[in-house]
């Protein structure tokens, strides 16, 4: 019975302290597909008035050559344009600590952080060359907050999107993406490189785009030159000569899975 006595007071002395270090950095209450699932179903409902199509969703394989979870293709008139977004889901950081003083001091504050993958963030640099590829994240972390959204259709205005910014990553270190608990600043680390975040407003943020010659021209040799190392260079390969536009439609239909449609 002593024991126990010893047991029910020395017990809080060793178990608050690391009650204490749990809450500081508090992990996301869902996955990534089910955040992924629940913006792209209400960005479809929101901007219904301009998807020219259904949202692509690209394979595994696919994604990783692409860089990107949903493809939207949004017309405008006599415009269209792709969004492309990559979906991640952050932890949740309340309080400063020892270990977080660097992103809590950069933020001001409570801030929001997710692990970034180099190959997959180096890809989407390569490909945003005239096109919009964003991180998408939620500003809530709880399952409970995502119940809530859900609910009430504010999935998307409880959301950021985050321009990469041209920064490349060129070492082996791992790397985060930190932004503030109002979504009004983002930071790549290890080394600061600002990002630029803002809310998912279509008419607003997204680039519209000329479909003219020149564009055609870029559009291919990008395309060509993401082709090189891969299967699909032999694929493309053996097609022999074709004109930009039959090369751009051949690389997005055949091998991207993808198309476009040119209005007049």
């Given at each position: 019975?002593?024991?126990?006595?010893?047991?029910?007071?020395?017990?809080?002395?060793?178990?608050?302290?690391?009650?204490?270090?749990?809450?500081?950095?508090?992990?996301?209450?869902?996955?990534?597909?089910?955040?992924?699932?629940?913006?792209?179903a209400?960005?479809?409902?929101?901007?219904?008035?301009?998807?020219?199509?259904?949202?692509?969703?690209?394979?595994?394989?696919?994604?990783?050559?692409?860089?990107?979870?949903?493809?939207?293709?949004?017309?405008?008139?006599?415009y269209?344009?792709?969004?492309?977004?990559?979906h991640?889901?952050?932890?949740f950081?309340?309080?400063?600590?020892?270990?977080?003083?660097?992103?809590?001091?950069e933020?001001?504050?409570?801030?929001?952080?997710?692990?970034?993958?180099?190959?997959?963030?180096?890809?989407?640099?390569?490909?945003?060359?005239?096109?919009?590829?964003?991180?998408?994240?939620?500003?809530?972390?709880?399952?409970?907050?995502?119940?809530?959204r859900y609910?009430?259709?504010?999935?998307?205005?409880?959301?950021?999107?985050?321009?990469?910014?041209?920064?490349?990553?060129?070492?082996?270190?791992?790397?985060?993406?930190?932004?503030?608990?109002?979504?009004?600043?983002?930071?790549?680390?290890?080394?600061?490189?600002?990002?630029?975040?803002?809310?998912?407003?279509?008419?607003?943020?997204?680039?519209?785009?000329?479909?003219?010659?020149?564009?055609?021209?870029?559009?291919?040799?990008?395309?060509?030159?993401?082709?090189?190392?891969?299967?699909?260079?032999?694929?493309?390969?053996?097609?022999?000569?074709?004109?930009?536009?039959?090369?751009?439609?051949?690389?997005?239909?055949?091998?991207?899975?993808?198309?476009?449609?040119?209005?007049?």
């Open positions: 019975m002593q024991g126990s006595s010893n047991i029910l007071k020395t017990d809080p002395v060793f178990i608050l302290p690391n009650i204490k270090r749990m809450i500081q950095m508090s992990n996301c209450g869902f996955s990534e597909r089910t955040f992924e699932f629940c913006f792209n209400e960005f479809s409902k929101k901007y219904k008035g301009i998807l020219a199509t259904y949202p692509f969703l690209p394979s595994q394989r696919q994604e990783k050559l692409l860089g990107y979870d949903v493809n939207f293709e949004l017309e405008y008139g006599n269209r344009q792709s969004l492309f977004l990559q991640k889901i952050p932890n950081a309340q309080n400063r600590q020892h270990n977080n003083r660097h992103f809590y001091d933020h001001h504050g409570p801030y929001y952080r997710f692990g970034v993958n180099t190959f997959q963030h180096n890809r989407m640099i390569s490909l945003s060359s005239g096109r919009d590829y964003f991180y998408c994240a939620p500003l809530f972390s709880t399952r409970n907050d995502l119940q809530i609910g009430a259709q504010n999935i998307v205005d409880s959301s950021i999107w985050i321009d990469l910014n041209g920064s490349n990553i060129t070492d082996n270190a791992k790397h985060n993406i930190t932004y503030s608990q109002y979504g009004t600043k983002a930071i790549l680390h290890s080394k600061t490189f600002p990002l630029k975040p803002f809310k998912p407003v279509v008419d607003s943020n997204i680039q519209r785009r000329r479909i003219d010659k020149e564009y055609v021209h870029n559009l291919k040799n990008d395309l060509s030159e993401q082709l090189v190392g891969t299967p699909y260079q032999r694929k493309l390969s053996s097609m022999g000569q074709m004109n930009d536009l039959d090369t751009v439609q051949y690389i997005l239909s055949h091998i991207l899975s993808t198309s476009w449609i040119l209005l007049p």
